[in-house]
């Protein structure tokens, strides 16, 4: 029995789900640990555009592959801003996606979502890890 055309076809079939693979977890950090929570929904549909906020627990914002401090973020969230408005992209329209690790203080956190709205950025998605209420998990 001839197996090369079935060899074609699985390696079409592998490099398809190479392509189609999401690789939105490549941009998280191992190192957060998210808060659990009854109420987390995941998204039904992805955002068209996304900008992407991780806070440790000690309250750095890891963006674009460098450590902030909250009273740092001014300059490259408006950098980020300008970058939308020259593609013609209203920074309303742009979903801040945070991953904030679940032991850090929740005044960090509203520090950052005042930032960003300083920026005009008015969507967020707060990250958290669904769980069953019943104290399941």
């Given at each position: 029995m001839d197996m090369t055309s079935m060899i074609d076809i699985v390696f079409l079939?592998?490099?398809f789900f190479m392509i189609?693979?999401?690789?939105?977890?490549?941009?998280?950090?191992?190192?957060?640990?998210?808060?659990?929570?009854?109420?987390?929904?995941?998204?039904k549909v992805p955002p068209d555009e996304a900008l992407s906020?991780?806070?440790?627990?000690?309250?750095?914002?890891?963006?674009?592959?460098?450590?902030?401090?909250?009273?740092?973020?001014e300059r490259p969230l408006s950098f980020e801003r300008r970058l939308y408005d020259l593609r013609g992209i209203d920074p309303?329209?742009?979903?801040?996606?945070?991953?904030?690790?679940?032991?850090c203080e929740?005044?960090?956190?509203?520090?950052?979502?005042?930032e960003c709205q300083e920026q005009n950025f008015e969507t967020f998605n707060?990250?958290?890890i669904a769980t069953s209420g019943d104290g399941r998990d």
């Open positions: 079939l592998i490099s189609a693979v999401n690789f939105s977890n490549a941009e998280q950090n191992a190192f957060i640990r998210l808060p659990k929570s009854e109420l987390a929904v995941p998204p906020l991780q806070v440790t627990e000690n309250g750095l914002v890891l963006f674009n592959n460098q450590e902030y401090e909250i009273d740092d973020l309303k329209t742009v979903v801040v996606l945070i991953r904030g690790d679940g032991r929740t005044g960090k956190i509203q520090r950052i979502l005042k707060l990250k958290a």
